[in-house]
């Protein structure tokens, strides 16, 4: 359960939302309408636009709890215990031998069913 109240969007925080979508909009316009300039300005103006939504858009109440969210996320990727090379490659070894072993069952069971259903029908011309 979270213990956090919810907050509500105030009609500034709408505002602010509506006008980072515009931005990212207007920067995607602008892009194709610059056809005609070196792609490299027209995708740094493109990120530029976008740094700037972004900034817009973090300064309302559901850009804050994103933040807040990305900030937690990378405090529990911190918490995490990773395998190491030699329990990788081990588990990687017992994963592709289990699915041979599945693959060959499958396929000793399919050839079992086909020659069934073609001794029932009669084929085998």
């Not at 103006?45 to 900034?55: E, S, T």
Request: aromatic share 8%.
């Amino acid at each position: 359960m979270n213990a956090q109240p919810e907050v509500e969007s105030s009609g500034m925080d709408i505002a602010k939302l509506v006008l980072a979508g515009l931005l990212v909009a207007a920067g995607i316009v602008g892009f194709y309408y610059f056809a005609d300039q070196s792609q490299l300005l027209r995708v740094l103006g493109l990120l530029a636009v976008f740094a700037v939504a972004a900034v817009v858009g973090l300064q309302t109440a559901a850009g804050r709890g994103l933040w807040r969210f990305g900030g937690d996320a990378r405090t529990e990727l911190r918490k995490v215990v990773w395998p190491s090379r030699q329990e990788t490659i081990q588990t990687t070894l017992v994963v592709m031998a289990v699915v041979l072993v599945m693959a060959l069952f499958m396929w000793l069971v399919d050839s079992i069913l086909f020659a069934i259903v073609r001794a029932l029908i009669g084929g085998g011309g």
